[in-house]
């Protein structure tokens, strides 16, 4: 559905396109799904003064520099661009509204079932030992609770959990052929959300961004060096599990807890 409406907006209103791209959730937001709602094309979005946008936004929920950012909607869709004949504008003004809708309803139900996932995960009692680890928000921890369960004896060691995630590193040997890969046969969402915490984490982990930068200077390609900091992170998240502790960053990053192939 979004990608719908962005290419909608592409014809009727290029410049919403662009003004969202480098906030976060971009079309997303709630503060521009009703802007779009009011101008939901080039015409309609360039009749919008800056006083009726600080109105708009602050209905939406905005609290902070809406003045400002009235004025930087207002400068962003007062810029020249390829019109419409105005009878197709009107149409593509209709068509993007009832896409508009829709997409309404998709990030309220988004919303409804994020706020119940989230309830759910605060109420288990590692809750707070998934948040304490860098990057691991409330989302990303419900998604690793959900994929690796709750029974502490499932995984009798972080090598089993590394690999069932796929970001243990895979040795394949013939002769003298030697080959080091990735396990390919795993928990594939467990695996693509430990790479997504691994991604966050770089900014909120010296450790995480220092072993991420030795593992590129050591040749790792960028989607490989994430793997390495993701099963770190697995690691740690299977010693607190097991015992019971929250993170320690100087815990986890000393030279006894080096996980082999760091």
């Known amino acids: 559905m979004q990608a719908r409406l962005r290419a909608l907006l592409c014809q009727a209103h290029p410049?919403?396109?662009?003004v969202w791209a480098g906030l976060d959730y971009g079309l997303r937001?709630?503060?521009?799904?009703?802007?779009?709602?009011?101008?939901p094309t080039a015409a309609t979005a360039q009749r919008l003064t800056p006083y009726r946008l600080s109105k708009i936004l602050a209905a939406a929920g905005r609290t902070r520099l809406i003045d400002a950012e009235a004025y930087r909607l207002a400068e962003a869709f007062a810029v020249p661009v390829l019109r419409l004949p105005a009878p197709v504008e009107q149409a593509m003004a209709v068509e993007v509204r009832t896409v508009l809708d829709l997409f309404e309803q998709a990030c309220r139900a988004s919303d409804h079932l994020t706020t119940q996932l989230t309830d759910a995960f605060l109420d288990h009692g590692t809750a707070k030992i998934y948040t304490s680890l860098p990057g691991c928000g409330l989302l990303t921890g419900a998604r690793l609770l959900a994929e690796i369960g709750d029974d502490p004896a499932r995984f009798a060691t972080s090598k089993g959990l590394r690999a069932y995630a796929g970001v243990a590193p895979l040795t394949w040997e013939s002769g003298s052929s030697r080959l080091v890969t990735h396990r390919r046969i795993c928990d594939r969402r467990l695996k693509r959300t430990a790479i997504l915490w691994a991604f966050t984490s770089l900014t909120r982990s010296p450790g995480c961004r220092t072993l991420y930068d030795r593992?590129?200077?050591?040749?790792?390609?960028?989607?490989?060096a994430l793997r390495r900091v993701a099963g770190r992170l697995l690691s740690?998240?299977?010693?607190?599990?097991?015992?019971?502790?929250?993170y320690d960053e100087a815990a986890a990053f000393s030279t006894s807890t080096v996980v082999p192939g760091d």
């Open 15 to 18: 410049a919403a396109v662009d």
């Open 236 to 246: 740690c998240l299977h010693h607190c599990l097991a015992t019971g502790q929250q």
């Open 215 to 224: 593992r590129r200077t050591a040749g790792d390609t960028y989607a490989g």
């Open 29 to 39: 937001r709630r503060e521009a799904r009703a802007v779009l709602a009011a101008g």
